[in-house]
């Protein structure tokens, strides 16, 4: 599997509504970060649903390496 590209190297905070469906992009290149906007067409990436269980604030992965799927988990101090 190729490597994504880094959208940035912090997390994107974002308030989520809860039950409602959000497409993170996993290739870092949409121009709708940290949303999918169909940039990874012919590539292997494909966007990673996230459901949101409340209505809160939470940080979605800005460097696309982190290990906790669409959430940030502090990956990107390590790049």
């Known amino acids: 599997m190729?490597?994504?590209h880094i959208a940035q190297k912090a997390p994107f905070?974002?308030?989520v509504e809860e039950?409602?469906?959000y497409s993170?992009?996993?290739?870092g290149k949409s121009e709708k970060q940290p949303f999918c906007d169909g940039a990874h067409k012919g590539t292997d990436f494909l966007p990673l649903r996230y459901k949101a269980a409340e209505t809160t604030k939470v940080f979605f992965c800005g460097c696309k390496h982190g290990k906790n799927g669409a959430l940030c988990d502090g990956s990107h101090s390590k790049l």
């Open 13 to 15: 905070p974002v308030q």
């Open 19 to 21: 039950g409602k469906s």
């Open 2 to 4: 190729s490597k994504p």
């Open 24 to 27: 993170w992009c996993t290739c």
